[in-house]
C-alpha cells in the first residue's frame, strides 16, 4: 500500500519542479501534478510502493503533453478562431454601455438605500480599499459585525441590480411580443 501522504512530502517539490521545467508555468505546472497524484489515488493500477515514484512521474509527464497540445491546438488553426471570438471586445455596444449606466445608477441608490452604519462600512471598503479589520478598528466594532455589515449590504446590491435585470428582461419580452 502506498502512503501518500509521504509520497507527497517526498516528491511533490520535486514533481512540480519537473513539470515547471516542461511547462515554463508555475501554475499549469502546480496544477498538473495535483492532477498527477490525484489520477494515482484513483487508479485502481496504482503501482507498489517501490514503483510510485516512477508512475507518478511517468503520469505527470504524460499530462505535460496532452496539455501541450492542447494549447498548440488552441493557439493554431480552429482553436485561434475560437480564441479570438472568446476575447471580450474592448468596445461596448451603445447599448451595453447604456445598460451599464442604468445598473450604476441602480447601485448608487441600492448603496443610498443602506442602513447608515452598512452603508458606511461598504464605503470604506469598496471606496477607501480599508480591510475588514482596519474598518472595525476605526469605527470601534468587531471585525464579525464588519463582516456581517459587509455580507448585508452586498446581498443587498445584489438583490437591487437582479431585481433592476428581472424588470429589464421583463420590459424586453413585452416590447417584443407586440
Known amino acids: 500500500m502506498i502512503d501518500f501522504d509521504a509520497l507527497f512530502r517526498n516528491h511533490g517539490k520535486d ?3 519537473f513539470l515547471r521545467r516542461r511547462l515554463a508555468c508555475s501554475d499549469a505546472a502546480a496544477d498538473l501534478a495535483q492532477e498527477a497524484f490525484l489520477r ?6 496504482a503501482p507498489n510502493a517501490l514503483d510510485a515514484r516512477a508512475y507518478l512521474f511517468r503520469t505527470a509527464a504524460n499530462l ?3 496539455y501541450q ?4 491546438h488552441h493557439l493554431t488553426g480552429e482553436g485561434a478562431d475560437a480564441a479570438l471570438a472568446d476575447l471580450a471586445d474592448p468596445q461596448p455596444s451603445p447599448e ?10 441602480v447601485l448608487l441608490r441600492a448603496i443610498a438605500d443602506l442602513p447608515p452604519r452598512g452603508r458606511q462600512v461598504f464605503l470604506l ?3 477607501a480599499g480599508l480591510s475588514h479589520t482596519a474598518i472595525s478598528q476605526r469605527l470601534g466594532i468587531s471585525r464579525n459585525t464588519v463582516v456581517v455589515h ?10 437591487a441590480i437582479a431585481a433592476h435585470r428581472a424588470l429589464e428582461a421583463a420590459g424586453k419580452e413585452s416590447s417584443q411580443s407586440q
Open 96 to 105: 451595453k454601455l447604456a445598460l451599464s449606466r442604468e445598473e450604476w445608477q
Open 125 to 127: 471598503h469598496k471606496e
Open 64 to 66: 505535460a503533453i496532452d
Open 15 to 17: 514533481l512540480r519542479h
Open 40 to 45: 494515482m489515488l484513483r487508479s485502481a493500477d
Open 150 to 159: 459587509m455580507m448585508r449590504a452586498l446581498a443587498h446590491c445584489r438583490r
Open 69 to 72: 497540445r492542447n494549447r498548440r
